[in-house]
């Protein structure tokens, strides 16, 4: 997140931040956006639960909220819901995820761990459209990352990340910029 905020500063950056959501009202990000001056909104997922609501009860909130905002286009940076089918498709083509592997290997959670236990060389990043299927959608730009002798979770993950600042808004600048 800090990585699009910080490229959408340019002058020539084809789109702005506007709004940064979090469904954690602890997430670190949140403090970045507010230390950038982008406006920030919690839509609480353990009041949710405690709440006995579902999924689809928070997407509704969640697309209020974006719709409140006039947002156009939608960017996932660590926010690790599933969102629900209906959701998705109210956002089709206008929502995109990175994922820190090369897509379609290592769907869903602790792909990094999922890339060591399978020994591959080369693990990576994904920017990609999001749909409903989990980590399924069409693939915008993607970055190798080596895995080194004696990585761990961490360390691979540490690396991935990196790699993740530098993709995604460049990925974002292409999809914005086709409009």
């Given at each position: 997140m800090r990585a699009l905020?910080?490229?959408?500063?340019?002058?020539?950056?084809?789109?702005?931040?506007v709004l940064v959501v979090s469904s954690r009202s602890d997430a670190p990000g949140l403090n970045v956006a507010r230390d950038a001056g982008v406006p920030t909104v919690v839509v609480d997922q353990v009041r949710f639960r405690r709440e006995n609501r579902d999924r689809e009860a928070y997407d509704a909130e969640l697309h209020g909220e974006l719709t409140k905002a006039n947002i156009g286009f939608v960017c996932l940076a660590g926010f690790m819901r599933i969102l629900s089918d209906g959701f998705?498709?109210?956002w089709e083509g206008?929502?995109?995820?990175i994922h820190p592997s090369l897509l379609p290997a290592f769907r869903g959670l602790r792909p990094q761990a999922q890339a060591l236990a399978a020994r591959v060389a080369v693990s990576g990043c994904t920017v990609h459209y999001v749909v409903p299927e989990l980590d399924a959608g069409a693939t915008i730009a993607q970055s190798e990352v080596p895995v080194l002798t004696g990585d761990?979770?961490?360390t691979l993950s540490a690396r991935i990340l990196e790699a993740e600042h530098k993709l995604y808004p460049l990925a974002l600048r292409q999809v914005l910029l086709r409009g």
């Open positions: 905020i910080e490229a959408a500063r340019a002058a020539d950056y084809p789109g702005e931040i998705v498709r109210k206008r929502i995109v995820n761990t979770e961490e």
